[in-house]
């Protein structure tokens, strides 16, 4: 487990050649995943875009460096529609209000801490008042630019130390293997009707996402063979983007699209 200032400023070396690539500039979340997703990357030379490092390329997040494979994992995010989405909504988690969803205010957000290995975001610091306590993710029901909103029952959910946060991720994640129904997930903090606006509100937000997707990426060539979950190949080098291969690639999942946004050209 990290907080974001032991990310924050991070050298970042490419094992490959042993050399620096820059350094930790801000730290990309997607709000509904509660992850980070992306690494923006400070580098010496003057860009002239924004670069940045899918989570999923990082290989460690030490006491002295973020490590990754190569200097080929740094992408330029002009050409990931995703991540340029992410970066847009501006979410930053520290410096908010955490609020219930009734309206209480139960403090401000001074850190938040990551599980280094996947980028999920498992807890929150928060300021109390007279106090600094600490709050597990599994509260959190929205991260948003200004306001965390927070489960009613946060406020009696409030941990001494961020150590605890651990033990209560991995209590919660058994609770959710053993209680959640075959092939499928049911989220316990919400019910009835809002839970139905949700799912309608989520839905809605997926499909304006995929037609962004298709603007950005129809007509393009992909430079790589893309593969599809099962490892298989799923688009050769070359070819040209068409709505359909497009919607397939959607089906296939988020990891399929970002792959084919990191290797396609006009």
Not at 89 to 93: A, D, M, N, P, S
């Given at each position: 487990m990290?907080?974001?200032?032991?990310?924050?400023?991070?050298?970042?070396?490419?094992?490959?050649?042993?050399a620096q690539i820059g350094t930790v500039k801000t730290l990309v979340i997607n709000p509904e995943k509660?992850?980070?997703?992306?690494l923006t990357v400070e580098q010496e030379d003057v860009q002239l875009s924004l670069k940045a490092i899918p989570f999923k390329k990082v290989i460690g997040i030490g006491e002295f460096a973020v490590t990754v494979e190569s200097c080929h994992d740094v992408i330029d995010l002009s050409e990931i529609p995703i991540a340029n989405q992410l970066v847009n909504?501006?979410?930053?988690?520290k410096n908010t209000k955490a609020m219930t969803r009734k309206g209480q205010l139960l403090g401000e957000v001074t850190e938040f801490f990551v599980d280094e290995e996947t980028g999920e975001i498992i807890g929150v610091e928060l300021d109390v008042g007279d106090r600094?306590?600490?709050?597990?993710?599994?509260?959190?029901?929205?991260?948003?630019?200004?306001?965390?909103?927070?489960?009613?029952?946060?406020p009696s959910s409030l941990l001494a130390e961020a150590r605890l946060l651990v033990s209560a991720k991995e209590q919660d994640d058994e609770e959710t293997v053993e209680n959640a129904p075959q092939n499928e997930y049911?989220?316990?903090?919400?019910?009835g009707g809002e839970m139905v606006m949700e799912e309608?509100?989520?839905?809605?937000?997926?499909?304006?996402?995929?037609?962004?997707?298709?603007?950005?990426?129809?007509?393009?060539?992909?430079?790589?063979?893309?593969?599809?979950?099962?490892?298989?190949t799923f688009i050769e080098a070359g070819t040209v983007l068409t709505e359909e291969l497009i919607q397939k690639a959607q089906e296939e999942g988020p990891s399929v699209i970002v792959d084919i946004s990191m290797n396609v050209e006009a």
């Open positions: 990290k907080n974001s200032a032991q990310i924050m400023n991070l050298p970042i070396v490419s094992i490959s050649d042993g509660g992850s980070i997703d992306f909504k501006q979410i930053r988690v600094q306590a600490v709050l597990s993710s599994q509260f959190v029901l929205t991260y948003g630019k200004d306001i965390l909103v927070v489960s009613e029952d946060a049911v989220d316990e903090r919400h019910s309608a509100e989520s839905k809605e937000a997926l499909q304006a996402l995929r037609e962004k997707q298709m603007e950005l990426l129809k007509g393009k060539r992909v430079t790589k063979d893309i593969v599809d979950k099962n490892g298989n």
